[in-house]
């Protein structure tokens, strides 16, 4: 009997000791030659739907996504150079402000609007000088609490609205999720929760994929302008 209790005390610290999966959305991908390549930038709301966006656009497109959480602008000033690389993008597809609009312990916005405003513009130019397409995704819905797990954030229009402003002044794409998601959102949304079930982010997923796309289309009609 203790020869089997230390056993099942092995195959219980096995178990523990087990490194977890990682998500499959951030698992790096191969080219497939002579396919445009897109990259997709954002955070959890982004990674679940990164695949069904990558099966959608199945034999037109390379999809790849950031290997992370995009978090808030302050962590994509630190990791954008590295989350670009030195290849080639045609379209890059963005979004940063849930993480922004969380809010702290002590009671300010993770990152409070001046801050994501010129932190935008900061990310924005780096992604110019890419020379892809840039699209903007609106930040998508957040439910009024109480919330599982516990959180609070600020307003999304507010923060949707400096975005808006960036992005004009920058001639850079909208792809307006919120006003996609809104009408479905208790429909498609987990409950008491930001995220979706897996039929809310393949509606996203449509949306991103079709403007995606339209992008690749625009990008290929300019490169073979005389």
Same mark, same amino acid.
């Given at each position: 009997?203790? =020869?089997?209790?230390?056993? /099942? @005390?092995? &195959?219980?610290?096995? $178990?523990?000791?087990?490194?977890? %999966?990682?998500?499959?959305?951030?698992?790096?991908?191969?080219?497939?030659?002579?396919?445009?390549?897109?990259?997709?930038?954002?955070?959890?709301?982004?990674?679940?739907?990164?695949?069904?966006?990558?099966?959608?656009?199945?034999?037109?497109?390379?999809?790849?996504?950031?290997?992370?959480?995009?978090?808030?602008?302050?962590?994509?000033?630190?990791?954008?150079?590295?989350?670009?690389?030195?290849?080639?993008?045609?379209?890059?597809?963005?979004?940063?402000?849930?993480?922004?609009?969380?809010?702290?312990?002590?009671?300010?916005?993770?990152?409070?609007? =001046?801050?994501?405003?010129? /932190? @935008?513009? &900061?990310?924005?130019? $780096?992604?110019?000088?890419?020379? %892809?397409?840039?699209?903007?995704?609106?930040?998508?819905?957040?439910?009024?609490?109480?919330?599982?797990?516990?959180?609070?954030?600020?307003?999304?229009?507010?923060?949707?609205?400096?975005?808006?402003?960036?992005?004009?002044?920058?001639?850079?794409?909208?792809?307006?999720?919120?006003?996609?998601?809104?009408?479905?959102?208790?429909?498609?949304?987990?409950?008491?929760?930001?995220?979706?079930?897996?039929?809310?982010?393949?509606?996203?997923?449509?949306?991103?994929?079709?403007?995606?796309?339209?992008?690749?289309?625009?990008?290929?009609?300019?490169?073979? =302008?005389?």
């Amino acid at each position: 009997m203790a =020869a089997l209790a230390s056993g /099942n @005390l092995v &195959a219980d610290e096995t $178990k523990k000791a087990a490194p977890k %999966a990682p998500n499959p959305s951030i698992i790096p991908i191969e080219d497939i030659a002579g396919l445009p390549r897109v990259l997709l930038i954002g955070d959890s709301i982004s990674m679940g739907y990164t695949i069904p966006v990558r099966d959608l656009l199945k034999g037109r497109a390379n999809v790849h996504r950031i290997p992370a959480n995009g978090g808030p602008t302050a962590r994509g000033l630190e990791n954008i150079d590295k989350w670009l690389g030195d290849g080639k993008w045609d379209v890059i597809h963005f979004n940063w402000g849930i993480h922004d609009l969380k809010h702290m312990p002590d009671g300010k916005r993770q990152v409070e609007p =001046a801050d994501y405003e010129k /932190n @935008l513009r &900061a990310l924005v130019a $780096k992604m110019k000088t890419t020379r %892809a397409r840039l699209i903007w995704a609106t930040t998508t819905p957040i439910p009024p609490p109480p919330l599982s797990p516990e959180r609070t954030f600020g307003d999304v229009a507010e923060y949707n609205a400096i975005a808006a402003k960036v992005m004009a002044e920058n001639g850079v794409t909208t792809d307006d999720l919120n006003a996609w998601m809104s009408p479905r959102f208790k429909e498609l949304q987990n409950p008491k929760d930001l995220h979706y079930q897996k039929e809310g982010y393949e509606f996203l997923a449509e949306r991103v994929a079709a403007e995606i796309a339209k992008a690749l289309a625009d990008h290929k009609r300019e490169a073979s =302008a005389p």
